[in-house]
């Protein structure tokens, strides 16, 4: 296959990051070529010299990679910013807080090949485990039905898109960059209703899972630094809260 752009979003956390570039070094970065890296590093929760660390680990993976230091932290801006920058046709996109378990090969994402609705290929883990055999191939979200303003008992299936650790299509990752609206939850965007434009778009398409347990393909160490300091995380109104 042709090569891959690499989209990384990080805060100020540089023993999460080396954790998490170690686990993908060895399980999945020698499988594939890599054409860029493209990361943002957002001033949040470390200080100056945590956040130089970071740009290091990331130069030491690509001494070429396209790092944007914004001056205000911000979820949906950094992935819109790191996803509008890519240019080749598969990307894998990921965060800085999450741990690859078991090599992952070209092969494990032939679902490109073969099923061209499906935009997005994402890793299955504990917090957001799907289980296909019981529940399709494809991951969803059920959102209640609008009619002139008002919600409906009825329900729609919409796409349930992730920006956890996962492959994209480059041209679908890059289009819904530009209609993603950077003050909101990236995530959230493509189901809770706060961008219709984005959720129109990606409703034509899939997501598709790698790996169905017992042992998922990627584990979160996000949650257990956090807890460790008391952070919280939490929606607010579409906007991610941290505190």
């Known amino acids: 296959m042709d090569a891959i752009d690499v989209s990384i979003v990080a805060g100020r956390r540089p023993d999460l990051l080396e954790r998490t570039l170690a686990s993908f070094e060895e399980n999945l ?3 594939f070529e890599i054409a860029r890296v493209i990361a943002n590093i957002d001033p949040i929760f470390g200080d100056e010299a945590d956040h130089l660390k970071c740009i290091d680990l990331i130069r030491a ?6 790092v944007s230091e914004p001056e205000e932290p911000g979820f949906g801006a950094a992935v819109k910013r790191t996803w509008s920058s890519t240019q080749a ?12 378990n078991y090599p992952i090969m070209p092969k494990d994402i032939a ?3 073969s099923e061209p609705r499906v935009m997005q290929a994402a890793f299955n883990h ?3 485990f799907w289980d296909t055999r019981e529940r399709g191939p ?7 039905i609008k009619v002139l303003g008002f919600e409906t008992p009825f329900k729609r299936r919409y796409p349930d898109f992730t920006t956890s650790p996962g492959f994209l299509r480059g041209d679908f990752a890059r289009r819904c960059a530009a209609l993603m609206n950077p003050a909101y939850d990236p995530e959230k965007q493509f189901t809770n209703r706060k961008n219709e434009d984005l959720m129109a778009f990606a409703s034509d398409y899939r997501i598709a899972l790698i790996g169905n347990g017992p042992t998922f393909p990627i584990s979160d160490i996000g949650r257990e630094w956090r807890d460790a300091r008391s952070i919280t ?4 109104d579409g906007v991610s809260i941290w505190s």
Request: net charge positive.
């Open 29 to 31: 970065f020698r499988n």
């Open 61 to 66: 993976m690509d001494s070429d990679a396209l």
């Open 89 to 100: 046709s598969v990307i894998l996109h990921l965060e800085d807080d999450w741990l690859l």
């Open 111 to 113: 679902i490109f090949d």
């Open 126 to 128: 504990h917090y957001k």
């Open 138 to 144: 494809y991951r969803v979200a059920r959102r209640r």
């Open 233 to 236: 995380k939490t929606i607010v």
